[in-house]
T-cell receptor, first 111, second 117 residues
Framework: GQQLNQSPQSMFIQEGEDVSMNCTSS?????WLWYKQDPGEGPVLLIA?????ELTSNGRLTAQFGITRKDSFLNISASIPSDVGIYFC???????????FGQGTTLQVKP | GAVVSQHPSRVICKSGTSVKIECRSL??????MFWYRQFPKQSLMLMAT?????????EQGVEKDKFLINHASLTLSTLTVTSAHPEDSSFYIC?????????????FGSGTRLTVV
């Protein structure tokens, strides 16, 4: 079945540093989403990517959809303590409309 | 924007009892609702998809008689964990989608932490 492989699994960085995480898939997704989940909460949509090669920003967040539609990265610039959480990539399955999630990247920011 | 409300946020129940979790779309009509389960430090795993007025479609390996899903209205879906056991303890999250919402239709509730003792 369709799978998303997300890396790294966890990151521990200093406040102010930039962060990069990525996601790869064995199959093509037409839409790619990045979510953030705070402890004890549901995921919140950060960025949506629709077109191959698309680069989209949302404040300090930047994400790009790979040319092959099989990968994506998310960058966070100048990290702050409230960036702490779990970041998930997700692809929308074209056949079923279901979301397929990556394993998540846990981000910790040291003040 | 679309808001999905999930209740309760946490519940503790005794082994063998049943627990009902509600998922409501507050400002839109949710024609489709998804139920996920998340274990600590793991990703979200889709349990079932429900369309209003239809029987839910369960993912492989999910017991439909144990996890009863009802989507009787366009604003409410419920997940009932029947005869709960400690291994059912988990974080359950719903998401609701309405027509024409595109990717923003994948809006999540705040989750329910179920602990079975």
């Amino acid at each position: 079945g369709q799978q998303l492989n997300q890396s790294p699994q966890s990151m521990f960085i200093q406040e102010g540093e930039d962060v990069s995480m990525n996601c790869t898939s064995s199959s093509i997704f037409n839409t790619w989403l990045w979510y953030k989940q705070d402890p004890g909460e549901g995921p919140v949509l950060l960025i949506a990517l629709y077109k191959a090669g698309e680069l989209t920003s949302n404040g300090r967040l930047t994400a790009q959809f790979g040319i092959t539609r099989k990968d994506s990265f998310l960058n966070i610039s100048a990290s702050i303590p409230s960036d702490v959480g779990i970041y998930f990539c997700a692809g929308i399955s074209g056949n079923t409309g279901k979301l397929i999630f990556g394993q998540g990247t846990t981000l910790q920011v040291k003040p | 924007g679309a808001v999905v409300s999930q209740h309760p946020s946490r519940v503790i129940c005794k082994s063998g009892t049943s627990v009902k979790i509600e998922c409501r779309s507050l400002d839109f009509q949710a024609t489709t609702m998804f139920w996920y389960r998340q274990f600590p430090k793991q990703s979200l795993m889709l349990m079932a998809t429900s369309n209003e007025g239809s029987k839910a479609t369960y993912e492989q390996g999910v017991e439909k008689d144990k996890f009863l899903i009802n989507h009787a209205s366009l604003t409410l879906s419920t997940l009932t964990v029947t005869s709960a056991h400690p291994e059912d303890s988990s974080f359950y999250i719903c998401s609701a989608r309405g027509p024409g919402q595109g990717v923003y239709g994948y809006t999540f509730g705040s989750g329910t932490r179920l602990t079975v003792v």
